[in-house]
């Protein structure tokens, strides 16, 4: 079930929550723009499905730049594959536009690969993208009790395993500050019921402001011998972070390399300049 946060009362104060609205249709249609496709195992790539509904819609007061911004997911048989942000900024040289960037990250085992309208960056032509390593690797979690036979009580279980966790931010980028971040305590995404191979999951982030930083996933993979829970993280900065489980790091990423198209991490600031927009 996606969640829906609505933070219109963090806006800028020059926008309403009518005028919001209608910047969340604007990043919808750029995330519509996107397609994306997922090799399967006999090496075929077919297409992921787009979920319309924005899992997160996102301010971060801290970052400043009037940032507001929207997440979405694509699925395959209702596992997320792939994570998108569509977001703007109003940067101090231009204060008449806002400025759109785009940033998508993998979270599939195999290759993603996308295709998009021709657009441009303030570094030049935006390629497609195509990933050459994998966007998550899964692990068992360490003492984890077996999946539930309900779904509530399972996501009772997600939540309590996802707070045995911690992430920061320990570089600065940017706007950028390090950090401790900020767990949310409802899935930005949970698996439907009839997901190939799982039981259930969910997609948790790790947040500033508002803002996911560190994404944590969590299945409760089917196997021979009962269902088990796995984890996985993904990066959605460009800082350097870590996740840590009782003190010991159990996963960290370095800064990321902005505007490269084969990393399972693909970002691009300010791909253009858009007028302020009403209701």
């Known amino acids: 079930m996606l969640v829906l946060l609505l933070l219109v009362s963090t806006l800028a104060a020059e926008e309403d929550a009518a005028t919001f609205q209608a910047w969340l249709k604007f990043y919808a249609a750029a995330a519509a723009q996107y397609e994306i496709e997922a090799q399967d195992g006999g090496g075929d790539f077919h297409p992921l499905k787009l979920q319309p509904t924005p899992i997160l819609q996102y301010t ?8 507001h911004g929207a997440s979405f997911v694509w699925t395959r048989n209702g596992r997320p594959l792939c994570i998108g942000s569509i977001w703007t900024v109003i940067p101090p040289e231009d204060p008449q ?7 998508l990250h993998s979270l599939a085992t195999g290759p993603l690969r996308s295709k998009h309208a021709p657009r441009v960056s303030k570094r030049g032509p935006v390629p497609q993208w195509e990933t050459e390593r994998p966007g998550i690797v899964w692990t068992a979690v360490p003492d ?5 036979a309900t779904a509530s009580l399972r996501l009772v279980q997600m939540r309590r395993i996802a707070e045995q966790y911690t992430a920061r931010l ?54 021979s011998d009962g269902p088990r829970w796995r984890i ?31 990393n399972p991490h693909f970002i691009f600031l300010r791909i253009q300049p858009v007028e302020p927009m009403s209701p």
């Open 170 to 223: 320990t570089s600065q980028v940017a706007n950028e500050r390090p950090g401790d971040l900020r767990l949310l305590p409802k899935p930005l995404y949970r698996y439907p019921a009839d997901v190939e191979g799982a039981l259930d999951g969910g997609l948790f982030a790790f947040v500033q402001g508002t803002d996911p930083e560190v994404l944590l996933l969590l299945e409760a993979e089917k196997r």
């Open 60 to 67: 971060n007061p801290e970052r400043g730049l009037q940032q």
């Open 97 to 103: 536009h806002r400025w759109v960037s785009n940033e």
């Open 232 to 262: 996985a993280f993904a990066r959605f900065t460009n800082a350097t972070a870590t996740v840590q489980r009782d003190g010991q790091t159990v996963w960290e990423c370095g800064k990321t390399e902005l505007y490269v198209g084969h």
């Open 144 to 148: 984890a009790p077996e999946p539930a």
